[in-house]
């Protein structure tokens, strides 16, 4: 997105707010004007990074009424922009609800990326410039890749709302189309996970699978609604889970029960630039930086029906040699931090809560 076109959108926002939403807008998308293109564009310029200063941003289910009911004024400009382009009025929503309303599909995914930028606004407001840029890599639990992307500068703020309110919709269309759900398996190693997704499959027949490998413990499984209803029943009497919790959401996230959303997200994701990010940006598909926006770009569109290597991600961010230091997670809740600390109990991380 060209930084005039932001500060346009902006441009009746001050007099309200008491700020300049241009410079506010200029900030945002500074990295997108700073980022550069090529006809031949490489995919391997980020294959030796550094994570000393990681930022982590929250994915679908990080949301709450009364999140973002105190924000500086160049934050809340942001909900001003995005809801000129959703049609209704976001804060309003995140603040006040109702919770099934803000819980839908298609209203968090653009409130948590919205909120999730409003707390790179924030930390800037009570940090500085610095601490607002100083990441030196950035990655995003699946809705959080396009917060991560933004922040890198890879994807204007004005796309991300577009994306991010066409793949909510188009993800709670796949999830309308038939009965499916997730189930969370608590303490377990991924291998016995999926034996119980074998066994749940067979019994119900339907298809479930591991959608989300969060940490070593922490695995969210997708599937058909009976599949997910066997599973409960038997994790934890037959495979000894700890403990198994069917998740709030919609349908069968990251798996194939998603194809009917590809095509919409392929769609809006052609009418938006993807610049190269300024700095690397963990792929959710493969737990892997990229640097050619067409790549990018693809693999935003096979996220939705690929499993979430968060787990991976974490491996490779606190690995050996990394230089790893600390991690900020912004945006609302606590859930990527609470990962970072389950995979190492001695990383440190503060969060930037909105």
Not at 2 to 25: C, D, H, P
Not at 132 to 142: I, K, Y
């Amino acid at each position: 997105m060209l930084a005039a076109a932001f500060a346009s959108r902006f441009s009746g926002v001050s007099a309200a707010f008491g700020v300049s939403s241009q410079k506010t807008s200029q900030r945002l998308s500074s990295a997108a004007v700073r980022s550069s293109t090529s006809l031949a564009a490489s995919d391997d310029d980020f294959d030796d990074f550094s994570s000393k200063v990681t930022f982590l941003f929250p994915g679908q289910g990080a949301q709450f009424v009364g999140m973002c009911s105190s924000l500086p004024p160049s934050a809340t400009s942001l909900f001003t922009s995005a809801s000129s382009i959703l049609g209704y009025d976001l804060l309003s929503r995140c603040t006040e609800g109702p919770k099934d309303l803000l819980d839908s599909t298609e209203v968090s995914q653009p409130a948590i990326f919205v909120a999730s930028m409003a707390a790179v606004e924030k930390l800037r407001e009570e940090e500085g410039e610095d601490a607002a840029m100083a990441a030196t890599v950035a990655a995003g639990l699946s809705l959080g890749e396009y917060s991560a992307l933004c922040y890198a500068g890879a994807i204007g703020f004005e796309d991300g709302v577009r994306v991010t309110k066409a793949r909510g919709e188009a993800m709670q269309a796949a999830a309308d189309a038939v009965e499916s759900g997730m189930v969370s398996v608590i303490g377990l190693k991924s291998e016995i996970v999926k034996e119980i997704c074998d066994a749940a499959a067979e019994k119900s027949g339907e298809k479930i699978q591991i959608a989300n490998y969060l940490c070593n413990g922490n695995y969210a499984v997708s599937g058909g609604a009976k599949a997910c209803d066997v599973l409960a029943e038997i994790a934890k009497p037959e495979f000894k889970a700890r403990m198994t919790v069917k998740l709030a959401v919609a349908g069968a996230f990251h798996t194939e029960f998603m194809q009917p959303a590809v095509k919409a997200l392929e769609e809006v994701l052609d009418t938006i630039e993807i610049k190269k990010p300024r700095i690397p940006v963990i792929s959710n598909v493969d737990a892997k930086p990229h640097s050619d926006p067409e790549v990018i770009k693809k693999l935003l569109a096979t996220q939705v029906t690929s499993p979430v290597l968060w787990e991976n991600t974490m491996a490779l961010i606190l690995g050996e040699g990394m230089g790893f230091e600390r991690a900020v997670e912004l945006g609302p809740g606590k859930v990527t931090a609470g990962i970072l600390k389950r995979t190492d109990k001695s990383a440190e991380c503060t969060n930037v809560e909105v």
